[in-house]
Structures are given as C-alpha cells and as structure tokens.
C-alpha cells in the first residue's frame, strides 16, 4: 500500500504543481504584477496601410545632439548566407561608404525571431543607435513595440506592413525582375519542366512564383513549373536536398524565391544539365557553369536617402516600393548559358517593366485550376498584387490551405 | 611508449572538489577566451566587461538573461531528469513544441476562467502534450529496447513538421484565419496572458518561479522518495534493479513522461508568458530542446544546478547577441561560449579521476 503510494510520488508532483499554480496565479491582480503587453497584440489592423496617415507625416528628430548618427541593422541570417542578409549587409557598408565619418553602422546577425528580437533592439538603443533598420518579416510585431517605446528612434522595416510615425517600411518590385529572371529559365529548359523553391505560401513568395512561372511561359508556352514550400528562410541543407529531388523528377532548371542561400546552385553543379536562377545577390562568379541571372537588391538605394533625412532632420514615416526604374531591383548579370537572342527578348521586357512596374500581371491571366483570374487587358491593382493568393496556369502545386 | 600523464578512478571524490573544479574550469575558459580575444586585437577586460554588464549586471541585463534562461531551464530539467536514469531523452525540443501547441489550444480557447486558473490549465496542457509524447519513446524503449536516442531525435522533426502544418499547411484550430499577409496562429486570450512580476526592478516571469518550484521538486523526487532511490538504482545497474524486484520497464517510462512533462511546461510558458500565440516558426529557430541538453550536462544533472546553469546560459546568450557586430564576429561570440562550455565539461573528468605522472607511480613501484 505504502509502496504504491510511492510509486506515484511523479503524478502527484505533477498535480501539486497544478494547485500550486492556480494558488499563484490567483493573487495577480495585486500590484505586485506588472502584466506586460504580450509582444504579438497588433495595434492597428492587419491589412497593409498603403495610404499615407490623414493628418500628414510627423518629423522625427533622430539625428544625435553630437558626434556621428549610429545606425544599426538586425539580421535573421548570416551576412555571409550568400542571399538575403549578405545583400542587406552590402547595403549597410555602402551606407558606411557613403556617408564616411558621419555615421557609424553596426549590425546584429543571427537573431532568431523570437524575445531575441526584442532585447537586441533594446541593447542596440542602449549603445546610441537612433535609426534601426530590421530585416525580417518576423521581427515585425517587436518593431512595432520598440518603435512605441522609442518615439525618438527611427525605426526602418523591410518587408512587413506595419507602420507608425516613427516606423517606416521598405520593399521593392522582385517581381518584375523575378518575370525577367523566369523568362532566362523558361527559354534554357530543354525539358519544359521546370522547378521552384519557395519559402512560405505568403503573398510576396506567390507573386515571385507566379511572375518567375510567366516569364518562363512567355519563352517556353507549354512549361509547366513544380513548385515546394520549404517553411524556412534560410536552411542551406534542406534547400539543397529539396532541389536535389526536383531534380530527380527530371526538372532542368530551378528557381528560388525566399529561401536565402544559394544552395539550390549547389544541387544544380552537382547535376547535369541543370540550370539555374538565383535570388538576392549575383552569384555569376561562384556558379558559372549552371547561372542564368537572378533577382538582386539594392537596399541601399532606399536606406543612403533616408539617412541623408535622418541628417537633415526631415526624416518622416512612409511606405517604399522601389522598382527596376529606381535601381532597387535589377537583374543580375547574365550567365553564359543565356543566349543572345534570350537576352535581347529579356532586355527589351526590361524596358516596358521599367516603364511600367507590376505591369505582367496584366490579363488574360488564368490560375492553376482553370479559373480567370484577370480579363484580357486588367491589370492588378497595387493591393491586389500585395496580397496574392492564387497560383498561375503552368504550377505545378498548391497554396497550403488557402 | 608510454603517456607521462594517465587519468585514474578516484577511489572517493572529496566533496570540495564540486566547487573548486567547475570555478577552475571557469577560471580556464576566461583564460583560453582572453588568449583567443588577445590573439583578434581585443581588449580581454573590455570584452568580460562588456558580457558582464549586457548579461548579467544591472536590472535591464538580469531581466534579459532570466527571460532567456527560463525555457532552458524547462528543457534542462527535461533533460537532466531523463539522464538521472541514463536515459538520453534528445527529445526536449519536440517535447517543447507540443507543450506549447497544447498551451496554445487552451489558451485560445479559454473564455471565462480567471487568470490563475487558465495558467494552471494551460500548464496542465503542457504538461499532458509534453509527456504523451515523451512516453511514447519511453513505451517503445521499455517494450521493445528501441534505442531512445534515436527515437526521440526524429520525433523532433516530427513535431516540426506537425507545427508546420497546424499554421503553415492547413486551416487549423490554432491557425488564425485574419492573417492573409502571413500565416500565424491566433493569439491567446488576453486573460490566458500569464504575469510577469517585478521583484527588485527585476522583471521576473512567472514561468521561472514555476521552473524554480519544478526543480526543487525534481530534487525532492530524486533524492527523498522511494521511486528516486529506485531511478538511482537503476541508473547504477539495471540488472540489479530487476533482482531487487524493481519494475524497470514502468520506470523508464514514467522518467520519460515526467521529461516530456517538463519540457511541454516549458512549452507553455513560450505561450503564455513570452510570445503570446503559437510561433512555429520563431520555435523551430531557437532550438531550446538542445540547449537544454548542454544546461543539463553543465549542472551535472542536478535539478537546482541546473536552474542557476540556465540563467548562466541565458545571460551569455543576451551578452552574446551585444557583442557581435562588424568588429566582433559572430564566430568568435561562439567560440567564447564555446570555451566556457568546453571547459566546464572537461573539468567533469577531474571529479571523477585524477591526474597521475606515470613516473612518480613508477618510483612508488620501486620503493
């Protein structure tokens, strides 16, 4: 009897912890608590503000009383990933460059989403850091609370959608040049079959899939493209081996969108025959027997103007969408396997897309189930294109439960 | 020939030597570290300043680190008490995600209750998750000797993939359904937000006390209760524990519910006291469930050690993270954190054996 008693000793810990919690808990409203925010409530609705506030944007001051302005930039990734950060991290030593002794830069790599986020911000305003620039869409929610703690910091967003008087976002046309970097692909694959590695199933991955898989159609009408979802940003192992299993379905060139290393190159080197568009940084040099071009970013072209704001104290909120026009998307330089006739079709795209940003989304536009998405001559307007959810004719795949 | 130096079985370890080898192993690494640091053009004592203040000093900087600590030190417990038994339970991190996808579950679906008790079932939940799963590798290693260190580190990438899919892949309960920007989970109702105090200026939240409590428990279980002593029995020989009438096969899987327990705890907490929704993403980044493995080596398995460790950990996590910058690579974050830890597990080995000079045993021989 006694022993059995015992034997249940981990059971009845586990219910005393149980009581005991509710015991604890019960007291919370005395002042001894202090129920912080919880760091995921949004403040304001969670479609994407595009328009500008109504009473007009408020001048942040947050340039240093003295001595240079300390900028700082938080990471997800590695700056050497060979993608996304590394191209974020260039636009940080160009800002370095450019405005010499008047800044100083910093950065923070390898911050996991998570409390990570938050402390890093804190740290970073501790050491005089007045503009903050953040790089990945999971930061946001902590963005969005320092920017409420910190009026008299300047905060910089990549790729979210939330903004505050005193937190901008930045973003730009990867689209265009995704189409233009598709149509490279669409006319090196021999076989028509064709495959893409995508991180997560969120509009700015789907608009990227979807204008990659028009741009190879347009060179290559029967083609159809394979795309999988990774759910990761950066996991060089995994990128590798997903590609290496399109490969293995008899897919001869690949594309990428999201996903940050340049491992899908790897894959396609060790392959035969097997091509390949990058994304976020030109890898030409690195890669040179299976490198088509890619979508490449130039943050700086955003942040070195903004800074120069900061300076001038007339830095105010907004929401950038840059484009190939204003250079800070462009195509990176083309492999030898791109023929001159392909480049010259590319080119000539360039010019319309540069005229008219977002314009291949422009109908007869049909999805992967047979529906009409777009008539002939409709284009999508700037919110639609921000928050697609539908995959074009020719993908092969789904969006998970949309 | 033969090696000058040979390591020898200490007959009986002097109880001094549980102090004073872990503080030389410390000593050590800020040694080897501040060479390492000298060798790259940085000043040592700025750098151990800098970890100091960022990491650990100050009111803002011990907030931080017991805020990092808290979930390792869930998963270090889950990992220290699986170890007691010499079972390797690599599983604290699938353990962790369904502690929270559990948490969650109540957490969003919670209307009414007041707040203490919605934190106590949110843990119960946790807790259920966490041990369900846990068990599942102590059934298969108690039924069949399923070698528990393999079992466990695929059903982490089970549970990986299972979060995925809860907000990635499907139309989930948890998965929230206002979000077409981004797929994320619904948050936790207001009510289900568990309290963090302040204590000193110090932010303490409440899932650390409740990791101090668990740890203090774990110890009374291990070191006051018969099923402890059997734990401990088993640990030394099974073969012996089986002649003593002890019903092994039970054990290891109650040790390894009791694991995931605390694990899926810790997984609550992420909930409740931190994030505030399901974050599949954000947890598959922070990798708790293996920190937590090197928490638990660190503190030698003791539940209480283990506590302080994880808020040792913690701190050099924070302090790390305001190191690095261009003049401070990353790498070199790591490789600091890495000499702490190096040498505080090497040290281990000179608790057990000593140190003999092959020369003077041989003039002993002589004599």
Redesign the interface.
Known sequence: MK?TN??F??VL??A?????????????GGS?????A????APTS?A?STEAPSDGPVVVDCAPEEGPLKAAWVYVG?TNDGGWTQAHDEARLAVQEHFGDAVE????????????VA??I??LI??GNTVIFGTS??FQDAFVEAAAAHPDVCFEFATG?MTSDNMAQFYGAAEDTDYLAGMAAGAASKTGKLGYLAS????EVVRGANAWTMGVRAMNPEATVKVV?L??WFDPAKEKQAAEALIAEGVDVLGQKGVDSPATGDAASAATGVLWTGYNTDQSENYPTVWLTATTYHWDVYEIPRIQQVLDGTWTTGNYYGNLADGFVKLAPYGDNVSAETRAAIDARLEELKAAPGSEFTGPIKDNKGNEVLADGVAHTFDELM?M?YLVEGIDGEI??S | MRSPIRLERRLEQPKWLNWAVPLISLVAALVLGAIVLWLTGKNPIDVYHRIFE?GFAGK?AFS?AL??ATPLAFTGLCAAVAFRMGLINIGGEGQFYMGAIGAAWVGIAVSGT???????LM??AG?VFGSIYAAIVGILRAKFNTNEIITSLMMNYLAGILL?YLI????SYW?NP??????KSK??A?RA???????FGI?MP?AF??AM??GV?IW??YKR????FEVSVIADSPKAARYAGIRTSSTIV?VL??SG?LAG?GGAADVGN????L?A??????GYGYTGIVVAALARRNPITTIFVAIFIGGL??AG??L???DFP?GLVGTLQGLILFTAVAGEILIKYRLRTNVSRAGAVVA
């Open positions: 022993r015992k034997k000793a981990p810990l586990t005393a912890f149980a009581i005991g919690l509710v015991a604890c808990g019960g007291d919370d001894s608590s202090s129920s912080e919880p760091s995921t409530e969670e994407p590695p830069t910093t950065y923070k790599e390898n911050v996991p989403e998570g409390p990570e402390q890093t804190e740290d501790a050491d869409f999971g959608y997560f199933p969120i509009p979802w759910n990761t928050s959810a998970p439960a | 960022r803002q931080g805020e990092m007041p707040t203490g008790i919605t934190i106590a843990c119960l807790m995925n990635f892949n499907s139309k998965r206002d979000s077409p920007q981004f797929p948050n936790i207001a937000d568990w309290n963090t105090y302040k204590i932010e409440i006390l409740i409590l668990a428990a009374f279980l209760t018969r099923f402890g109650i519910a009791l327990a705890l931190f994030r505030g929704l974050d993403k954000g947890l598959q980044m922070a996590t924070k993270y305001s690095q910058g261009p990353s």
